[in-house]
Structures are given as structure tokens and as C-alpha cells.
């Protein structure tokens, strides 16, 4: 599961929108949106979280990701 407001506001900080990661992932928007939200059916993958990661500067993925 996804700290979906944890990582909006880090991205927030590094002045990254839904959209730029949504181009760097190759996803539309609202797709990434869906993904972020955890939709049923939408989920990121291995090599989107890397990237997000990567993009963002996060070290610690259970920092952001995989949350109870």
C-alpha cells in the first residue's frame, strides 16, 4: 500500500507533478493517478517504483511504499 500523501508531498517538495512522473513512467495521468490511489486493478510495478524512487531521492522504500 502506497503513503499516498507521504509521496504527494515529497513530490511536492522536489516540484514533481502527477503528470512529469506520469510522462516518466509512460503512463497518462489519470492512470498514475489510479496507480497513486491504489484503484483496484492499477498498481505500480517493480521498475516504476525504482524509477519514483530514483526521481523523488527516496532511500527507504517502506518509508513511502508498503505501509500497513
Do not use: C, H, W
Not at 21 to 27: E, I, K, W, Y
Amino acid at each position: 500500500m502506497i503513503n499516498t500523501s507521504k509521496l504527494k508531498n515529497r513530490m511536492r517538495a522536489m516540484g514533481i507533478t502527477q503528470k512529469d512522473l506520469a510522462a516518466l513512467l509512460d503512463n497518462d495521468p489519470a492512470t498514475i493517478n489510479r496507480k497513486m490511489n491504489d484503484v483496484t486493478g492499477y498498481f505500480l510495478k517493480a521498475g516504476d517504483l525504482e524509477k519514483i524512487m530514483s526521481v523523488l531521492q527516496i532511500d527507504d522504500i517502506r518509508e513511502y511504499f508498503f505501509n500497513d
